[in-house]
């Protein structure tokens, strides 16, 4: 109700007081915090572990004159074309920036 009445919107605040709205919204916010919510954070978690540990092999690796072990560089042996190596590329670097970001 108090964000029903927050709102200047007329049909956003009778939406948000009209009982079957109000009921959906909450079985939306149950199902999200209960079952979706840690499900999905448990899966990005794994998926910045496993990116983690690629790049940092990758950089373990960079300098051996033998087989290189960076799961990043056979993403690029092959040419795939420009928007996709691009894609390729955006995508370990993103997650750089932004770590180094919060990190500092």
Do not use: D, K
Request: positive net charge; proline residues 5%.
């Amino acid at each position: 109700v108090e964000l029903a009445t927050a709102w200047r919107n007329p049909c956003a605040r009778m939406l948000c007081r009209s009982p079957a709205v109000r009921r959906g919204w909450h079985s939306f916010v149950l199902l999200w915090l209960r079952t979706l919510r840690p499900r999905v954070l448990r899966l990005a978690g794994a998926l910045c572990g496993a990116l983690s540990a690629a790049i940092v092999l990758g950089q373990l690796t960079m300098f051996s004159r033998g087989r290189s072990l960076s799961l990043l560089s056979l993403l690029f042996e092959q040419p795939h074309g420009f928007w996709l190596t691009q894609a390729f590329c955006i995508v370990p670097l993103s997650y750089m920036v932004c770590t180094a970001y919060w990190s500092v």
